[in-house]
T-cell receptor, first 110, second 115 residues
Framework: DVKVTQSSRYLVKRTGEKVFLECVQD?????MFWYRQDPGLGLRLIYFSYDVKMKEKGDIPEGYSVSREKKERFSLILESASTNQTSMYLC?????????FGPGTRLLVL | QKEVEQNSGPLSVPEGAIASLNCTYSDRGSQSFFWYRQYSGKSPELIMSIYSNGDKEDGRFTAQLNKASQYVSLLIRDSQPSDSATYLCAVNQGSFGTSYGKLTFGQGTILTVHP
């Protein structure tokens, strides 16, 4: 069974804080993805990674960065959190094309 | 901009009826198509994938693909209240070698099955 875990289910941060969201998968998948999901806007891709230390921008990378030092772990970093980054953040991993999602982190930035 | 469009919904059907969810996509080169189900407050879970024209059945679910019309649908037979969720259509637009498995998601269709 594919398992994707995320470090927190709920997170409350203050404007300007640096925020780290962690994602770990246990299936040796090459590809990992970070999305945010907002009502009416659907799932939007922030960044993805197709190998260790490799990353590509998605559709909305502004204000975010990522790190993939090990194959199983993909981190999303909010350099300076802003209120418009309040959202549900979803991590996914895949081998080839089928993506499996983690449980999500609901982030509130005050 | 490569797009995936779903019928806007929300869709409400009585228990036992067939629910029909539709999706169109813009890139003719798309090869792989997926339906995800997302319960309120939960993450998406894969329920069907389809790669070839025609129908693919899995229990009460049938996915239909028509690449000429750039159309993919999901039928849910004998709908149950537990099927009430948001259904997301996802398309891999482009070959895997260039897309790294990136999916483009539709906005989702909210389905409610009432007893």
């Amino acid at each position: 069974d594919v398992k994707v875990t995320q470090s927190s289910r709920y997170l409350v941060k203050r404007t300007g804080e640096k925020v780290f969201l962690e994602c770990v998968q246990d299936m040796d998948h090459e590809n990992m993805f970070w999305y945010r999901q907002d009502p009416g806007l659907g799932l939007r891709l922030i960044y993805f990674s197709y190998d260790v230390k490799m990353k590509e921008k998605g559709d909305i990378p502004e204000g975010y960065s990522v790190s993939r030092e090990k194959k199983e772990r993909f981190s999303l970093i909010l350099e300076s959190a802003s209120t418009n980054q309040t959202s549900m953040y979803l991590c996914a991993s895949s081998t080839r094309e089928t993506q499996y999602f983690g449980p999500g982190t609901r982030l509130l930035v005050l | 901009q490569k797009e995936v469009e779903q019928n806007s919904g929300p869709l409400s059907v009585p228990e036992g009826a067939i629910a029909s969810l539709n999706c169109t996509y813009s890139d003719r080169g798309s090869q792989s198509f997926f339906w995800y189900r997302q319960y309120s407050g939960k993450s998406p879970e894969l329920i069907m994938s389809i790669y070839s024209n025609g129908d693919k059945e899995d229990g009460r679910f049938t996915a239909q693909l028509n690449k000429a019309s750039q159309y993919v649908s999901l039928l849910i037979r004998d709908s149950q209240p537990s099927d009430s969720a948001t259904y997301l259509c996802a398309v891999n637009q482009g070959s895997f070698g260039t897309s790294y498995g990136k999916l483009t998601f539709g906005q989702g269709t909210i389905l409610t099955v009432h007893p």
